[in-house]
């Protein structure tokens, strides 16, 4: 696994995208692939595989610049990344089976390649090997790290079930986004702040950063899904729509159409087909949509921002608010 990891994303402002921690995030890189090295034929190709799906490593590196802005990275910090990210691989062996998507990073899923079975197997290996680590760190992390897992999976079950529902709300999809995305970003940074002895409060505004953020990937991820250059995401777009999941842009669509419009959208929407995504960027160009929810995503990244005047300036702090810039301008 360890010749398959995917290289850091280009900075936000330039230089090492992880700048103090970049040591930090290959320890717990080194730390996941040891925890995995052990598997043989035929389970081994699949994990070699994985190494496609580790290419930002936006929480583990949230973890440890939060670690090291608040005082220092320790050695548990550099567990509870490789856990943290663990689990978020875990989640997007899932997600594309629930999407039935056939690329990731430029390469074939594993479900295209191995099956629904396999992934989702894989899935849950992944999850239990997170936890593993975890417990030999400490029952509080235990515990932060199986809320937030319990509220992903919650999230993602939420958004499953809400399928075909082309009424849903905005507080709705927030909801959604709040378990699915917002609760692993917000974890990080908690862990990142109480192992590095921050105080109850730093740690719960550093959580709510990562909340903010997380909640501003997303919004920034479903509007690429469709707008966005499938070529220069590497993963397959548009699957909310033939799926039937509404966002953020096509629900303040849906509010600002006349009701006749809406109605019409809705029809499209449930009908399906190749035509459909063209006559949903026609409707979002009219109501402004795409602007609502890039200045929603914004919004977010600069109540993120708020949250970091507890720390002291330092670079970790200038790379924390960088990242909250480049997860809303992100084209991949």
């Known amino acids: 696994m360890a010749t398959a990891l995917s290289a850091a994303p280009a900075p936000p402002r330039g230089g090492s995208p992880f700048g103090p921690v970049a040591a930090d995030v290959e320890e717990a890189d080194r730390i996941l692939t040891a925890t995995l090295a052990g598997y043989r034929s035929p389970v081994a190709p699949l994990i070699h595989h994985l190494g496609h799906y580790r290419g930002k490593r936006v929480r583990p590196a949230l973890l440890l610049l939060t670690a090291k802005a608040c005082g220092g990275v320790t ?171 509404l966002t953020l842009p096509v629900i303040h669509c849906l509010g600002r159409l006349p009701a006749t419009d809406a109605e019409n959208l ?12 063209a006559k949903v960027l026609a409707a979002l160009g009219k109501t402004g949509s795409v602007a609502h929810a890039r200045f929603r995503a914004d919004d977010l990244a600069r109540a993120a921002r708020r949250e970091l005047d507890c720390l002291p300036r330092s670079e970790c702090r200038s790379l924390l608010e960088s990242l909250t810039e480049w997860s809303v301008r992100r084209e991949k």
């Open 75 to 245: 050695p548990a910090h550099h567990t509870l990344a490789a856990a943290v990210e663990m689990i978020h691989t875990a989640t997007l062996v899932h997600d594309d089976v629930l999407d039935e998507a056939e690329v990731r990073r430029h390469v074939a899923t594993v479900n295209a390649g191995w099956g629904n079975t396999v992934s989702i197997l894989l899935g849950d290996l992944l999850f239990t090997h997170a936890f593993h680590l975890t417990s030999t760190v400490d029952a509080r992390a235990c515990r932060i790290i199986g809320e937030a897992t319990n509220r992903v999976c919650a999230g993602e079950l939420r958004q499953v079930c809400e399928r075909g529902n082309l009424d849903l709300s905005e507080a709705d999809y927030l909801a959604v986004i709040d378990g699915k995305t917002a609760a692993l970003t917000e974890a990080a940074c908690r862990l990142g702040a109480l192992y590095a002895g921050a105080s109850d409060e730093v740690a719960d505004r550093l959580a709510r950063f990562g909340r903010n953020l997380g909640r501003a990937f997303q919004i920034a991820d479903d509007l690429l899904d469709l707008v966005g250059d499938e070529a220069t995401a590497g993963k397959t777009l548009g699957t909310d729509l033939e799926q039937q999941k």
């Open 266 to 277: 809705r029809e499209a929407i449930r009908a399906g087909g190749p035509g459909v995504g």
